[in-house]
């Protein structure tokens, strides 16, 4: 075992620090009031090298391996969640290309990100959230094409990508066995955008509806063969679920950071109120939820990238770590009292913020099948 982080991820991690802490964190709390980022923050992300974090290098990207991307993701969920997911998404939507993608699709899809475009993965539905093998989307071969027609939701970045992984299914009938994957690209006729979410957090990350009415797509643009859509989905989320472990431990180290400082400076009874022993037991609670959460979110990813089984530890990564960032950042609002419900200071953002963390790329409870199924059978 090595705990060391390498010079090289030193290096990274201290550049997205800094990153963070000038053009981020100082607008996250207008970017979260506004509900989007600000004008010209993308260029900017993309310019330090963070939209194509998941890229091989043979695909002109960097080829970090997990652990590393990991070690970024939670710097950006220090600054703002919002923003994180946003850059997250691009992960999510490239994992599909690089699990089953043709040489021709990766070049493609890995051209358009590295580009600095961002990417959407556009699985969720009305009627399909946990259940997600009950996509109704359908995708009709229509000679060297495919039509596709439904309607996606929830979908991160869907007003902003340019390109999109979606799940349909080519054989209603088969129920999972005929869910698919394809790359379509924003502008191809029939592709529209819906209405944009109002959420309770993540809000510089933008939400909304996709609807597909006779989308005509090339048969090119399947990823692997027909019915192979929702095994595809389930390799990715097991990619993608540490990476929401690395934004939720980010979320609440900043969340603690910041009642940690207040528990020294606010004085109440003559003393700070970090000298009283209810606040420093949920500071040290605090404290070793991160800890674990953060060495989970290691270990998930350290075994992706010796290629070893890790669809338990990635559910064990993602599931605890969001559930300890809603509890650190619900203790860190209370040790802050009313500062920390006002929405002056970024506590009750983290909290809100927090909350998606235990409900996207599969709910907490999923999770915890997921985790129990793979111990029992
Ligand atoms: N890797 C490979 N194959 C897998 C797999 C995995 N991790 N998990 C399941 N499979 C395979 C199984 O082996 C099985 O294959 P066979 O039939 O050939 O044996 C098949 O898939 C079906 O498996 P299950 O019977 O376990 O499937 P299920 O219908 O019971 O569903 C589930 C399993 C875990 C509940 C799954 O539906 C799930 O993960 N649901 C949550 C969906 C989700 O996470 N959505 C998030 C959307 S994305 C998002 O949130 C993005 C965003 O906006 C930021």
Redesign the pocket.
């Known amino acids: 075992m090595d705990f060391n982080i390498t010079p090289d991820q030193l290096d990274l991690r201290t550049m997205v620090q800094e990153f963070v802490a000038k053009e981020i964190t100082p607008f996250a709390l207008e970017m979260d009031k506004e509900g989007k980022m600000y004008p010209g923050l993308l260029q900017k992300i993309d310019e330090v090298g963070l939209l194509n974090l998941v890229v091989p290098e043979e695909y002109d990207g960097p080829g970090l391996d997990t652990i590393t991307i990991a070690l970024l993701y939670e710097e950006l969920g220090k600054g703002c969640a919002g923003v994180a997911?946003s850059i997250?998404?691009n992960a999510?939507a490239g994992y599909p290309v690089l699990l089953l993608g043709t040489e021709e699709q990766k070049e493609k899809f890995f051209s358009v990100i590295n580009e600095g475009k961002l990417a959407a993965?556009a699985?969720?539905e009305p009627g399909a959230?946990?259940?997600?093998?009950a996509v109704a989307t359908t995708a009709v071969k229509d000679g060297d094409d495919y039509i596709l027609n439904g309607t996606k939701c929830?979908?991160?970045n869907a007003a902003l990508a340019d390109i999109f992984i979606i799940f349909a299914n080519t054989r209603k009938s088969a129920g999972?066995r005929g869910l698919t994957a394809f790359i379509v690209k924003r502008g191809t006729p029939g592709f529209t955008v819906g209405k944009e979410e109002e959420k309770m957090g993540i809000r510089a990350s933008n939400?909304c509806e996709l609807i597909l009415e006779d989308v005509r797509i090339p048969a090119a643009n399947r990823i692997g063969r027909e019915g192979e859509g929702?095994?595809i989905a389930?390799?990715t989320?097991?990619a993608a679920r540490p990476l929401v472990g690395a934004v939720s431990v980010g979320i609440a180290q900043s969340a603690f950071d910041l009642c940690v400082k207040y528990a020294k400076e606010r004085k109440q009874f003559g003393k700070p109120i970090g000298s009283f022993q209810l606040v420093q037991a949920m500071i040290a609670d605090m404290a070793m939820q991160i800890e674990a959460s953060r060495l989970l979110v290691y270990k998930a990813c350290w075994l992706k990238d010796q290629g070893l089984p890790y669809?338990k530890e990635s559910a064990l990564a993602k599931c605890y770590a969001s559930d300890s960032a809603m509890k650190v950042t619900t203790d860190a609002v209370q040790v802050m009292g009313g500062y920390g419900y006002s929405k002056e200071y970024m506590a009750e953002k983290y909290m809100r913020d927090a909350k998606i963390m235990q409900i996207?790329?599969?709910?907490n409870q999923?999770q915890r099948?997921?985790i129990a199924?793979n111990i029992l059978y």
């Open positions: 997911t997250a998404a999510l993965f699985l969720t959230g946990s259940d997600a093998g929830f979908i991160t999972i939400t929702f095994k389930m390799k989320l097991d669809t996207y790329e599969g709910t999923i099948l997921v199924n």
